[in-house]
């Protein structure tokens, strides 16, 4: 692996290259000594110490990025910071390794490096929505309404066939696996409906410590009715009841705040257990559900490893519990940005779904049609009869 090391402090330099024996490495120090070496060299990962002069900043990082975006690019430095955190990781930092840790941190994150760059996406939305991404939803619900109409047509085909009715399509339709499974597959944008004003008003607020929760959630709700904006809070105190809930009001929740530290399921909570960082399983199960969910990770102390997965998880922001001023208005971006995530997505779900229910509807009537051949001919109104089936299908989604 050829990995470029920018940093101007030769004790580390020579500690990365005795770390990274087994890689081909390249050191420069001079920022303009760097935007050379991207231009003519070739490398697989750029391990960067950000704190190096005026110009060796986080925002070099949007610059690199626009050149070598394919490319991770580590963080390496002496200096723990929330805000260039937060900063590096929303401008695609791959991650973010302290030098006082050791030198094993820096050997997993290159090992991780290619497997961190690929998962970045798995949980986010794309800020826009291209023709091509049109393009290939429309691919995917064709393909996917075929694949779900042959499922189907197996449950029923060697059947004794001697007349359907719009009933009887209707029936195996309902009572088809192959279909219901073939509905899932579409999981990266949920079923929705066209554009239409967004009516989810809840938020849920996980945190084990209860006094602090329910004062924060009071504040919170002020804070959005000062702006014209009534929600409702959903309380939960560990993991397992936080999941249960957002299970029960997925429907309803538009943005999440969960804190990091906090025991795993309520049997945890009751033997008072050292809390563990829970929240980043909350946050995954809530982002593998929903991406358009936008979640707030409340913190009031963690290692950069969690927080660097937080935003590789999709979160939308991280704040410390002490800076509630910044927090609220975190709050109340992530709750506008998720409004818009479920209007632009509505469309995009409508889209597709529109398109998968077209081609199944067509897939399945042709191959009910080849099956009547095999009995008997078919007449006009029989057509008809089996055609009909594609207005049913508004009872069956």
Request: proline content about 1%.
């Amino acid at each position: 692996m050829n990995i470029l090391i920018v940093d101007n402090n030769k004790d580390d330099i020579t500690l990365l290259n005795g770390v990274l024996i087994d890689h081909q490495t390249t050191s420069v120090s001079d920022y303009d000594e760097v935007l050379v070496m991207l231009k003519t060299g070739t490398y697989d990962i750029v391990i960067a110490d950000l704190n190096m002069g005026d110009k060796l900043d986080a925002s070099f990082l949007v610059l690199l990025k626009t050149m070598i975006p394919e490319i991770p690019v580590i963080l390496y430095t002496n200096h723990f910071s929330m805000t260039i955190l937060k900063t590096a990781m929303k401008n695609k930092a791959n991650n973010y390794v302290i030098k006082s840790t050791e030198y094993k941190d820096i050997s997993a994150a290159i090992k991780k490096a290619d497997y961190y760059e690929k998962f970045r996406n798995t949980y986010t939305l794309k800020e826009d929505i291209s023709f091509q991404d049109i393009s290939e939803i429309r691919i995917k619900a064709v393909r996917l309404g075929c694949l779900a109409a042959d499922k189907c047509f197996e449950d029923i085909k060697n059947l004794a066939v001697i007349r359907f009715t719009p009933e009887d399509v209707y029936r195996i339709l309902t009572g088809s696996y192959a279909l219901s499974e073939g509905s899932k597959l579409n999981t990266n944008i949920k079923k929705g409906s066209s554009s239409g004003k967004v009516t989810r008003n809840k938020i849920l607020f996980v945190d084990d410590e209860d006094t602090l929760r329910n004062l924060l959630a009071v504040e919170i709700k002020d804070y959005f009715s000062d702006k014209g904006i009534e929600i409702d809070i959903i309380h939960a105190d560990t993991a397992e009841d936080a999941i249960e809930k957002y299970s029960i009001h997925k429907d309803s929740i538009i943005t999440s705040i969960i804190d990091m530290k906090m025991p795993m399921t309520n049997a945890d909570k009751k033997s008072q257990l050292l809390a563990k960082s829970s929240g980043l399983e909350v946050l995954r199960q809530v982002k593998t559900y929903e991406r358009r969910c936008e979640c707030i990770i409340l913190t009031a102390f963690a290692f950069s490893p969690e927080l660097c997965e937080c935003y590789r998880l999709g979160a939308f922001d991280l704040c410390e519990k002490r800076q509630e001023v910044q927090f609220f208005q975190s709050a109340f971006d992530a709750y506008n940005k998720a409004i818009i995530n479920f209007e632009q997505y509505s469309d995009i779900a409508y889209i597709k779904l529109a398109y998968f229910r077209s081609t199944f509807a067509s897939a399945f009537v042709d191959q009910l049609l080849r099956l009547f051949k095999g009995y008997r001919n078919i007449s006009n109104e029989d057509r008809m009869n089996i055609v009909e089936f594609e207005f049913l299908m508004d009872r069956v989604f």
